[in-house]
């Protein structure tokens, strides 16, 4: 096996082969043969609909990730992301530090729909559930918290 593509997703970071099939994927047969989506695909697009949205500070990554690039490199694209296939469709769970001030509650909502629309519009493949767990709030820095009391006051 190759041990330069790993699987998103996967908590014990298995790495596998480019041309290796699993069933860590999403497929479509059709007339002219079948379309293989891997899951770092998935992932890949899940992160890059969420950091465009306001609010989001940073993808974090867990305590498996960071255990993951220990033993191998994990790729960037696909950290704090955990994509899971069930038959009636594609779960989607988010680590992410947010911003301090917003409201949290709203933030995660836009990150379940961005990243719902995004997998769904690129992939055709029905996004089940988008799981947001916060693990931390970014703190201002001094500069930004100056120009938070002058605002204010």
Do not use: C
Not at 6 to 28: F, K, P, R
Not at 40 to 55: C, D, M, S, Y
Request: a negative charge.
């Amino acid at each position: 096996m190759a041990k330069s593509d790993t699987v998103a997703g996967d908590s014990l970071g298995v790495a596998l082969d480019q041309h290796e099939i699993n069933g860590d994927h999403i497929e479509n047969d059709t007339e002219l043969g079948s379309v293989h989506i891997h899951n770092n695909v998935i992932a890949t697009i899940a992160r890059l609909a969420a950091i465009k949205v306001p609010g989001v500070s940073e993808m974090s990554g867990g305590i498996v990730d960071d255990l993951a690039g220990i033993i191998r490199s994990k790729k960037s694209g696909d950290r704090g992301i955990r994509v899971t296939f069930e038959d009636s469709g594609v779960v989607i769970e988010i680590h992410v530090i947010l911003d301090y001030g917003v409201r949290i509650p709203h933030v995660a909502w836009q990150l379940q729909t961005e990243v719902r629309q995004a997998v769904e519009q690129m992939t055709g493949k029905h996004v089940k559930a988008v799981q947001v767990v916060v693990q931390g709030v970014k703190l201002p820095t001094d500069a930004e918290r100056g120009e938070l009391r002058e605002s204010a006051g």
